[in-house]
């Protein structure tokens, strides 16, 4: 069964430093998005990036958040200086329509930032 | 803005019994889909189960049903002959065409032999 994969499983990171999320969506799908769970808490929807461009994002989702679909298959996640309150679980999810799909999720990138 | 709301933080069940976890949620759309994702201890989410509010009819999938009141505004799952493979956070999230999903806070299900 085709599924969302991310990778590294965990990342963890300087204050202050750069990282680069990535996601290979399911290879038909043309709707990304990228999600985050601080832990204990719900699931809260960052970005949507349809046709090489970003189509819906959140407050959350500010100067220091990018996203990239550098290829054919990646899409990434980068955060330009991470600070504490990033450290989360972040789901990337992808869907083959925009009207009425569900979003299939990967398995998800625990970032901690120390 | 929507909001989904569960408001039961934990629920139990003995296996092979059945339960029922609650979801509402608020909307002024008329046409938008409902789901239920279960999030195990990977914390991957998974969809279970999912509903057009257009359709009158209930989703079931195997174990899974939903009781969808769209007037209520409520959206609840049942789990029949709970199974210990069951146990994890279950999330009702709500999304209307070509925007996001919306989840509620979560309710973490444990299932007892």
């Known amino acids: 069964e085709p599924e969302v994969t991310q990778t590294p499983s965990h990342q963890v990171t300087q204050m202050g430093q750069e990282v680069i999320l990535r996601c290979v969506p399911i290879s038909n799908h043309l709707y990304f998005y990228w999600y985050r769970q601080i832990l204990g808490q719900k699931v809260e929807f960052l970005v949507s990036?349809?046709?090489?461009?970003?189509?819906?994002k959140s407050e959350i989702f500010d100067d220091q958040f990018s996203v990239e679909r550098p290829d054919g298959s990646n899409f990434t996640l980068k955060i330009r200086s991470t600070k504490l309150e990033d450290s989360a679980m972040y789901f990337c999810?992808?869907?083959?329509?925009?009207?009425?799909?569900?979003?299939?999720f990967g398995q998800g990138t625990r970032l901690t930032v120390v | 803005a929507q909001t989904v709301t569960q408001s039961q933080p934990e629920m139990s069940v003995q296996e092979a019994e059945t339960v029922t976890l609650s979801c509402t949620y608020d909307?002024?759309?008329?046409?938008?889909?409902l789901f239920w994702y279960k999030q195990p201890p990977s914390r991957q989410m998974i969809l279970v189960i999912r509903q057009e509010a257009y359709k009158q009819q209930n989703a079931t999938e195997n174990r899974f049903s939903v009781n969808f009141q769209k007037a209520a505004k409520s959206f609840s799952l049942k789990i029949s002959d709970s199974q210990l493979g069951d146990a994890a956070m279950y999330f009702c999230a709500y999304r209307i065409s070509g925007s996001r999903l919306t989840f509620g806070e979560g309710t973490q299900l444990t299932v007892n032999p």
């Open positions: 999810a992808s869907s083959e329509h925009r009207d009425y799909d569900e979003a299939f």
């Open positions: 990036f349809y046709n090489n461009e970003i189509s819906e």
């Open positions: 909307t002024s759309e008329s046409d938008y889909y």
